[in-house]
């Protein structure tokens, strides 16, 4: 059946997964994720997508990461890759920009302690 131009949704492509095998598991752990029964439509945004209707399907996309047993290592390959696009681990693309800024501002913290204990005390 036909949709009218209107009502029909472009869905991105959903960028080929760099996935590294769980070393704590037989199988990779993409394996056991939620979301591999749910359509990639609702993790990646469709072109040219309403503001409302964006923050509808991320809430949606959050709420079934929520309940997934690998949202932790999903979150944490989102980050180390980075993926660009899309809902990983129950973050946004923006959301995940903004946990790996803090880790950046955290590890040079960290880096001027090391270096000058004294400089923090000051």
Do not use: I, N
Not at 16 to 32: I, K, L, T, Y
Not at 71 to 93: D, I, K, N
């Amino acid at each position: 059946m036909l949709h009218p131009p209107h009502q029909s949704l472009q869905v991105a492509a959903v960028p080929p997964q760099r996935v590294p095998a769980r070393e704590d598991q037989a199988g990779p752990w993409h394996s056991e994720a939620v979301c591999r029964r749910d359509e990639a439509g609702l993790f990646f945004a469709p072109s040219k997508e309403p503001t409302a209707a964006r923050l509808a399907r991320e809430e949606a996309a959050k709420r079934v990461c929520a309940r997934c047993p690998v949202l932790v290592e999903c979150r944490e390959h989102a980050l180390v890759q980075p993926e660009p696009y899309g809902v990983w681990g129950g973050l946004t693309a923006a959301e995940r920009r903004v946990v790996l800024a803090r880790r950046r501002r955290r590890e040079v913290e960290l880096r001027t302690t090391v270096q000058d204990p004294m400089a923090q005390a000051g």
